[in-house]
């Protein structure tokens, strides 16, 4: 199996630190809101990296924090004057349910970095012991960024470069002995969360708290970090340096990062409002449609979303789930039972489309390639499964396309979910049947909706739904 590493630039051979097993962490979101469809990418891209390695059979320990205690969430806290835990508990609610709809499984743990900061002060406390770190009159702890010697390998960055560029950001207010050191420990302002340490009342630098993660529910050296390719500078390069310089071990063997997604081929941007929340595509699209969609490209290059590009995924996962559809059926009506020696050989002709579609995974976790071998099954499927099929046929073909599908963690059987459109229309009937009177006939879809979890609400503004 080849894995592109940005550590070396290069698609190298992965070879585990231990046989059978796979370490992997991936940063997860910072919870202040509804996950948009851009943190959804790197959820579906390593899950499906995730679901192959087991599919191969790998043992995969996956850890993918929450991070829960930041600016953002803390800003968030203030304007809805709740507290900062308030809001990452229910940010942290409504990713799940989010992940869940759209079948990334959960981590096998997901750390939250606000119980782990005893880990936290350990580790600054042994940077500073080594001279990695300092801690400055006002209770900051910085790391010293040029004690590290190897600054910049994964992000191929050169120190000088990037003192340059910072000689033209003027600093104020920061007692660094150098600017490129970065902050590990930082102290509270008024009205912030904040943990006693030797320093200062204060709370962690968002780097440590992943190096800490990682450490603590994988150990010193684990095989893949993953996550979007913003994150290579400054937040995995300054991980490492962290990790190493503490461990004094290689942290990770293999950096994957995911492309960008954009939205009509601009960067997508919550300051610009051009972004779409994970929830508000549910509303439009089965979130199995999102998933296909993420995973028609390869996963390093740059991904569009359009309105168009999504119905060409739903039409797209329509004709699989068609094919899925139409073998159950063939296999619960079949007259025969066992294959004959001709379905036999036809069977043995569809693993080329397993070593296809195995080969694209193998080659740098080539989806688009992959989902090509999917539809090559299904063009088989439907050109040599019939009514005259035997059931044993028709089971082993759409086992088969099952074993495929969930690699890619496509699901298919179909589920029976109301969509935006047809909710909209069931109300429109209500109101007209009860501006007819018919109130039987108003009462029969307020309990069609409530059956498939919309609940009405007769306003002076009009009905409003909402899901339970
Ligand atoms: P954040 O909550 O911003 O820390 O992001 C969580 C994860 O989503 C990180 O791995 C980011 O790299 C990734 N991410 C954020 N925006 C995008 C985007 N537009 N396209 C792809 N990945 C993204
Ligand atoms: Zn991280």
Same mark, same amino acid.
């Given at each position: ?5 940005t550590l070396s ?13 796979v370490?992997?962490y991936v940063?997860g979101?910072t919870?202040?809101?509804l996950?948009h ?17 087991e599919?191969?059979?790998y043992?995969?320990?996956y850890v993918s ?8 969430i803390i800003?968030?806290a203030?304007e809805e ?6 809001i990452s ?10 992940m869940?709809a759209m079948?990334?499984?959960p981590?096998?743990c997901h750390?939250?970095?606000?119980q ?5 002060l350990?580790?600054?406390s042994?940077l500073?012991e080594?001279g990695?770190?300092?801690?400055a ?6 790391f010293?960024? +040029?004690k590290?010697?190897?600054?910049g390998k %994964?992000?191929h960055k ?5 003192q /340059?560029g910072? &000689?033209?950001i003027?600093v104020?207010?920061?007692n ?7 902050v590990?420990w930082?102290p509270?302002?008024d009205g ?6 030797p320093?200062?009342n204060?709370?962690?630098g968002?780097?440590i708290?992943?190096?800490?993660m990682?450490?603590?529910?994988l150990g010193?050296e684990?095989?893949i970090?993953?996550g979007?390719?913003?994150?290579i500078f400054p937040h ?7 990790s ?5 071990k290689?942290?990770?063997?293999y950096w994957i ?5 954009n939205?009509?081929?601009k960067?997508m ?8 929340t994970? +929830?508000?595509?549910?509303e439009?699209?089965? %979130?199995q449609?999102?998933?296909f969609f993420?995973l028609? /490209?390869?996963? &390093?290059s740059?991904?569009n979303?359009s309105?168009?590009?999504?119905e060409?995924?739903?039409n797209g996962?329509?004709r699989?789930?068609n094919?899925?559809?139409?073998l ?6 079949a007259a025969?039972?066992?294959m004959?020696?001709a379905?036999?050989?036809?069977f043995?002709?569809?693993?080329v489309f397993?070593?296809?579609?195995e080969?694209?995974?193998?080659d ?5 390639d992959?989902?090509?071998?999917v539809f090559e099954?299904?063009k ?8 005259t099929?035997s059931?044993?046929?028709a089971g082993?073909l ?11 963690g496509i699901i298919?059987?179909?589920e ?12 429109a ?5 009860r501006?007819e009177?018919?109130f039987a006939r108003a009462?029969?879809i307020r ?6 979890g919309?609940?009405l609400e ?10 339970e």
């Amino acid at each position: 199996m080849k894995v592109y590493n940005t550590l070396s630039r290069k698609k190298e051979e992965f070879v585990p630190l231990e046989a059978g097993k796979v370490k992997m962490y991936v940063c997860g979101p910072t919870v202040y809101n509804l996950i948009h469809i851009g943190n959804a990418r790197p959820m579906i891209v390593f899950d499906t990296v995730r679901r192959y390695m087991e599919y191969k059979g790998y043992e995969v320990n996956y850890v993918s924090n929450f991070t829960d205690v930041d600016d953002k969430i803390i800003k968030k806290a203030v304007e809805e004057g709740v507290s900062a835990q308030e809001i990452s508990q229910r940010y942290i609610e409504e990713c799940k349910k989010d992940m869940e709809a759209m079948n990334v499984k959960p981590a096998t743990c997901h750390p939250l970095a606000t119980q782990e900061i005893g880990g936290m002060l350990e580790m600054i406390s042994t940077l500073i012991e080594k001279g990695f770190a300092y801690a400055a009159e006002d209770g900051t702890v910085y790391f010293r960024t +040029r004690k590290f010697q190897e600054y910049g390998k %994964l992000s191929h960055k050169n120190l000088d470069d990037l003192q /340059a560029g910072h &000689r033209d950001i003027k600093v104020t207010g920061e007692n660094k002995e150098d600017s490129l050191d970065f902050v590990l420990w930082k102290p509270k302002k008024d009205g912030e969360p904040y943990w006693e340490s030797p320093w200062c009342n204060g709370r962690p630098g968002w780097h440590i708290e992943c190096s800490v993660m990682a450490k603590k529910y994988l150990g010193e050296e684990i095989d893949i970090h993953a996550g979007g390719e913003d994150l290579i500078f400054p937040h995995h390069e300054n991980e490492i340096a962290q990790s190493e310089a503490c461990n004094g071990k290689i942290f990770a063997k293999y950096w994957i990062h995911n492309g960008f997604l954009n939205i009509d081929n601009k960067k997508m941007s919550k300051s610009e409002g051009n972004f779409f929340t994970v +929830r508000e595509i549910g509303e439009k699209y089965n %979130l199995q449609a999102l998933r296909f969609f993420m995973l028609s /490209a390869h996963y &390093r290059s740059p991904l569009n979303f359009s309105a168009d590009l999504m119905e060409a995924a739903k039409n797209g996962l329509e004709r699989i789930l068609n094919a899925a559809e139409n073998l159950r059926h063939l296999e619960g009506n079949a007259a025969a039972q066992a294959m004959t020696e001709a379905e036999t050989g036809l069977f043995k002709d569809s693993d080329v489309f397993v070593q296809k579609f195995e080969k694209s995974m193998e080659d740098d976790f080539n989806t688009a390639d992959a989902i090509s071998a999917v539809f090559e099954l299904v063009k088989f499927s439907n050109t040599n499964a019939g009514e005259t099929s035997s059931k044993e046929f028709a089971g082993k073909l759409y086992q088969r396309m099952g074993q495929l599908c969930d690699v890619l963690g496509i699901i298919l059987e179909r589920e029976e979910e109301i969509l935006e459109e047809e909710i909209e229309n069931l109300i429109a009937e209500r109101q007209a049947a009860r501006k007819e009177k018919n109130f039987a006939r108003a009462d029969e879809i307020r309990a069609i909706l409530s059956e498939k979890g919309i609940i009405l609400e007769d306003t002076r503004e009009g009905v409003k739904w909402k899901r339970e």
